[in-house]
Every structure is written in structure tokens, then in C-alpha cells.
């Protein structure tokens, strides 16, 4: 079994930053990929970013550029730093192991 809480969401100016936080327990060993998805009210869930167990690291075309993925081992976190933010990025972001485990959610709203 795996755990995962997001912490660090909330409300920003266009063109600021946020940085979110995973933080994981349980067998992350048996994890192949961590990722952030994202979902917007009416919208269905979204790939944002996948970082995985070889550190190859995938992003969506519309935050290329502007979040980075990352993780701290030793920590057993996972992080979603997102600059130039955009109203369009408004949504609850959740962040998944596998597509298998999945967290609460954490709501970044951005104001125009």
C-alpha cells in the first residue's frame, strides 16, 4: 500500500509561482512512475508531469517550459514547481504512483 499527500496548493496572481509537495509511504520500491495530474472543474483528469524510477521525466505540452518535476529520495517526495502560472492552470492537482495510488488533491486557483 501506498500513501501520498499533496500539500503546498492555493490562490496566485498570473505569472507567479507555486511549488507543490508529495509526500509518499508505503512500498514506493514497487513504483515505476510518480506524476502530478490535474483536473479542472467540468474537465476530466489531465497528465501535467511523470517522473520515472530511470529519471526520464515527461510533461504536458502546455506546462513545457514553465513546471519541473522532481524528487527527493530521501525524502520520499515528490515536488511540482510551476511558474508563469496562467488562469488556464487552475485546477485540484493530485499527485498518483502508477496511476494506482492516488492523493487527496490541492487546489491551485490563479487569478487574472
Known amino acids: 500500500q501506498v500513501q501520498l499527500v499533496e500539500s503546498g496548493g492555493g490562490l496566485v496572481q498570473a505569472g507567479g509561482s507555486l511549488r507543490l509537495s508529495c509526500a509518499a509511504s508505503?512500498?514506493?520500491?514497487?513504483?515505476?512512475?510518480m506524476g502530478w495530474y490535474r483536473q479542472a472543474p467540468g474537465k476530466q483528469r489531465e497528465l501535467v508531469a511523470l517522473?520515472?524510477?530511470?529519471?526520464?521525466?515527461n510533461y504536458a505540452d502546455s506546462v513545457k517550459g514553465r513546471f519541473t518535476i522532481s524528487r527527493d529520495n530521501a525524502k520520499s517526495t515528490v515536488y511540482l514547481q510551476m511558474n508563469s502560472l496562467k488562469p488556464e492552470d487552475t485546477a485540484v492537482y493530485y499527485c498518483?504512483?502508477?496511476?494506482?495510488?492516488w492523493g487527496q488533491g490541492t487546489q491551485v486557483t490563479v487569478s487574472s
Open positions: 498518483s504512483a502508477d496511476r494506482q495510488y
Open positions: 517522473i520515472y524510477s530511470s529519471g526520464t521525466i
Open positions: 508505503g512500498r514506493l520500491f514497487s513504483m515505476k512512475a
